[in-house]
């Protein structure tokens, strides 16, 4: 590939591998990486003196006391595959399902690990949450997407080693594009869907599109290993037409429609579960979950397709594993304190899912829904506009607060967020307010919510922390709806989060 290595040429002894000069360990192989904003080659000197032993890169660089292995491919592309040797390969020894899809595919990688933890497979995960490693849970850190390359070979090597043969891996679109799961062999692969997201990163819908195509495309890329291949698609999504063309493997597809090989039948929603018949499968299948939403019947059908379809797993232990499953955290997640209305927290951030959550909502109450959210700094402007304009539409009230302002004007966040709420005749003081502090917004959704309403925060679902500026504030919802409850009820509570808009 025309790679040289420069300097001084030895044998180094490898202890790790690093991408991030400020972690350089000793013994590390620093990989200078060239980023948006970064260019990791920068920072070369600063990586050998902390300890690096020797340093990979795509740029000439200065004479080191250290061997340069400067590399003419793709450097994201190289990580993957060095962290892949250095671990020995430990996908290749275990069953990789892979879970993609802009909305709901948190919610699909929990229930297939579940469903396979009942059904007695050893089973691991790597969520955009945390990584589960038999009894042990390691946070993934704050705002993450897919673990970069060095830490998912590292967790799947723990799994193989632990005696795992399975792992749940959910897969984002920036894992895809900057390569850090190129090295991983998948075996099924599942996408909930894809819908406005991220268009900061990818540019357009088809480059996002594109993003997740890799992942089907990554099926035929290695051996079986005792397995059939299986993609399963969601015939219901734009998605559909294009992934179904790039897979080139088995696949099964699921829709709420008759046209799919999964569909569901006498689907019932409650404040308190979900239910729902599936027919397609070799032997009826009913389906009662504490998850509620119509949404989570196209998460609950993805997931059977990858475990009763693709892994056989037994229609006795999906039922089961369905019964059993937890809700998962800052999705659809009910706080009571004993009020009289419904307060929900979940992780709606896209205008699909904004969309979802609130018709979900409109579904568990006959009195009024209250729409608390935000939208991001340094993403999508249009997105910022879409989604408190689809909320407009069903939500009765709406309160556009702070989400994660990053470095950009909140004012500014604000002012395209009631763009958005105008554009579908929502009016300001009647129909939505802006309320720049979080934790007042949520203060003033509680105290307008009466007997039969529901009360929703949408936006940070399970995030520990908000970003202002470079700074990350440590923040809960469900911890503030949980302070506002308490003192509209004049009950014992947790104290209100303080943000940096906070009086």
């Given at each position: 590939?025309g790679?040289?290595?420069l ?9 790790g ?6 972690k350089?360990?000793p013994g ?6 060239v980023?948006?904003?970064y260019?990791g ?5 600063s990586?050998v003196?902390q300890?690096?032993?020797a ?6 660089p ?5 061997p340069y292995?400067?590399?003419?491919w793709d450097?994201r592309q190289?990580?993957a595959?060095?962290?892949a040797?250095f671990y020995?390969?430990p996908s ?6 892979g ?7 948190t919610t ?10 009942t059904?007695?497979?050893?089973v ?7 990584a ?9 850190g ?9 830490d998912?070979?590292h967790?799947?090597?723990r799994?193989r080693?632990a005696?795992?043969?399975?792992v ?9 594009a ?7 062999a998948y ?12 268009l900061d990163?990818?540019?357009?819908y088809?480059?996002?599109?594109e993003?997740?195509g ?6 035929s890329?290695?051996p ?10 969601n015939k ?5 037409a294009?992934?179904?063309r790039?897979?080139?493997v088995?696949q099964?597809s699921y829709s709420?429609?008759d ?10 929603v409650?404040p308190?579960?979900l ?7 070799e032997?009826a299948l009913?389906i009662q979950?504490p998850l509620?939403g119509l ?14 379809v693709?892994?056989g797993?037994?229609?006795d ?8 499953v ?12 004993g009020?009289d ?5 979940d992780?709606a951030?896209t205008?699909?899912?904004?969309k979802?959550?609130?018709l979900t909502?409109?579904e568990?109450t006959?009195?009024?829904?209250i ?8 993403r999508?402007v249009?997105?910022r506009?879409?989604m ?18 990053r ?7 604000l002012?395209d967020?009631a ?5 579908s005749g929502a ?10 502090d979080?934790?007042t917004?949520?203060r003033r959704a509680?105290g307008?919510?009466k007997?039969?309403?529901l009360?929703?925060l ?9 970003c202002?500026?470079?700074?990350e504030?440590?923040?809960?919802d469900r ?5 506002a409850?308490a ?14 808009t906070?009086?």
């Amino acid at each position: 590939m025309g790679d040289r290595v420069l300097n001084k040429p030895h044998d180094a002894e490898i202890g790790g591998i690093a991408w991030d000069s400020r972690k350089v360990k000793p013994g590390d192989v620093f990989f200078a990486l060239v980023g948006e904003n970064y260019d990791g080659h920068q920072f070369i000197r600063s990586a050998v003196a902390q300890g690096a032993t020797a340093v990979v890169g795509t740029r000439a660089p200065a004479a080191l006391d250290v061997p340069y292995v400067q590399i003419a491919w793709d450097d994201r592309q190289a990580l993957a595959e060095f962290s892949a040797a250095f671990y020995d390969y430990p996908s290749q020894d275990m069953v990789v399902i892979g879970v993609t899809g802009t909305d709901g595919k948190t919610t699909t990688t929990n229930l297939v690990f579940h469903i396979l933890q009942t059904a007695g497979i050893p089973v691991g995960m790597i969520s955009t949450v945390n990584a589960v490693i038999g009894d042990e849970v390691l946070d993934t850190g704050f705002h993450v997407t897919t673990p970069e390359a060095p830490d998912i070979q590292h967790y799947l090597a723990r799994m193989r080693d632990a005696g795992l043969t399975h792992v749940v891996l959910e897969t984002t679109s920036h894992g895809l594009a900057q390569r850090r799961v190129a090295a991983v062999a998948y075996d099924l692969a599942a996408v909930t869907n894809v819908t406005h997201e991220h268009l900061d990163y990818h540019r357009t819908y088809q480059g996002y599109l594109e993003a997740k195509g890799r992942l089907f495309e990554a099926l035929s890329k290695y051996p079986t290993k005792g397995i059939e291949k299986l993609a399963v698609l969601n015939k219901d999504d734009d998605s559909y037409a294009y992934l179904s063309r790039v897979s080139e493997v088995r696949q099964l597809s699921y829709s709420l429609a008759d046209d799919a090989d999964l569909r569901p039948s006498n689907i019932v929603v409650t404040p308190h579960d979900l239910q729902f018949d599936v027919h397609g499968l070799e032997g009826a299948l009913h389906i009662q979950t504490p998850l509620i939403g119509l949404y989570n019947v196209h998460n609950s059908l993805a997931a059977i397709g990858l475990t009763v379809v693709g892994l056989g797993v037994s229609i006795d232990a999906v039922q089961k594993a369905f019964r059993t499953v937890e809700i998962i955290p800052g999705r659809m997640e009910r706080i009571d304190l004993g009020q009289d209305f419904l307060a929900i927290v979940d992780f709606a951030h896209t205008p699909n899912a904004i969309k979802q959550s609130l018709l979900t909502a409109r579904e568990l109450t006959e009195g009024r829904v209250i729409a608390v959210f935000g939208s991001a700094g340094l993403r999508d402007v249009e997105k910022r506009k879409l989604m408190p304009e689809t909320a407009a539409m069903i939500a009765d009230e709406m309160f556009l607060t702070a989400e994660d302002p990053r470095t950009e004007s909140l004012e500014s966040i604000l002012a395209d967020m009631a763009e958005g709420a105008q554009r579908s005749g929502a009016v300001e003081g009647k129909d939505y307010w802006l309320e720049p502090d979080r934790g007042t917004a949520i203060r003033r959704a509680v105290g307008r919510a009466k007997k039969g309403d529901l009360v929703i925060l949408c936006g940070k679902g399970h995030e520990q922390s908000m970003c202002f500026g470079h700074i990350e504030y440590p923040w809960d919802d469900r911890t503030a709806l949980r302070a506002a409850l308490a003192d509209q009820l004049g009950v014992d509570g947790p104290e209100m989060p303080k943000l940096p808009t906070s009086a």
